[in-house]
Structure formats: structure tokens, C-alpha cells
């Protein structure tokens, strides 16, 4: 089993861009399928975007398509978010967690890390 740690939130204006990084230790990241979820304030936890283990698979949220961008590096056990185009309503706690495939589904998802907060200030 493998154990995420965010990191890389913080502050921005709409229009800037912030990348998320999560490393997740345990030697068997590479079998693993990562997925980003965040939580507005005062809403539910809801999908981002996930990755298959090879990085050769991908999906978005419609809410983030075509800004946001996941990807893997197996060598470093770390998963990314690189975010562009911030909006307000990108606010959110971010989350990362590792699964066996990709799913937009929480439950299909072993282990969450704690969570890297971002605003986007308008």
C-alpha cells in the first residue's frame, strides 16, 4: 500500500496557475492508479482528474478540462496537478489518492492523502 502527501497549494489570483505535487511512499507506487479530488468549501469531495499507473490513461472533470493537467512520474513516486487559468471556484482542499485503475468514484480509492489547500482569489 502506498501513503499520499500533498503539497504546492497556497494563494492565487484568477488567471494564475498553480501545480500540485503528491508523493506517496511504499515501493509499489507504479501499480498504482492516482487520482485528484477537492472539496469547495461547504460542499462534497468531487472528482478532478485521475491517472493509470503507466500515465498512459487520463480523465477529467468537465469542470477542469482543457485547464488542468495530471500527470505521473514513477521514478519519483510523485503525482502532479499542474492548474492554469485559476478560477474562484477552484477553491477547494485538494486531495490526492491511489487506487488499482482509474475512476471518477472515491470509493474506488485506497488511500487519501490530507489534503493541500488552494484559493483563488477574483
Known amino acids: 500500500q502506498v501513503q499520499p502527501v500533498e503539497s504546492g497549494g497556497g494563494s492565487v489570483q484568477a488567471g494564475d496557475s498553480l501545480r500540485l505535487s503528491c508523493h506517496a511512499s511504499?515501493?509499489?507506487?507504479?501499480?498504482?492508479?492516482m487520482g485528484w479530488f477537492r472539496q469547495p468549501p461547504g460542499q462534497e469531495r468531487e472528482f478532478v482528474a485521475t491517472i493509470r499507473w503507466s500515465g498512459t490513461l487520463t480523465d477529467y472533470a468537465d469542470s477542469v478540462k482543457g485547464r488542468f493537467t495530471i500527470s505521473r512520474d514513477n521514478a519519483k513516486n510523485t503525482v502532479y496537478l499542474q492548474m492554469n487559468s485559476l478560477k474562484p471556484e477552484d477553491t477547494a482542499v485538494y486531495y490526492c489518492?491511489?487506487?488499482?485503475?482509474?475512476?471518477?468514484?472515491?470509493?474506488?480509492?485506497?488511500?487519501w492523502g490530507q489534503g493541500t489547500q488552494v484559493t483563488v482569489s477574483s
Open positions: 489518492a491511489a487506487g488499482r485503475d482509474t475512476s471518477r468514484y472515491e470509493s474506488q480509492y485506497e488511500s
Open positions: 511504499g515501493r509499489a507506487f507504479s501499480n498504482y492508479a
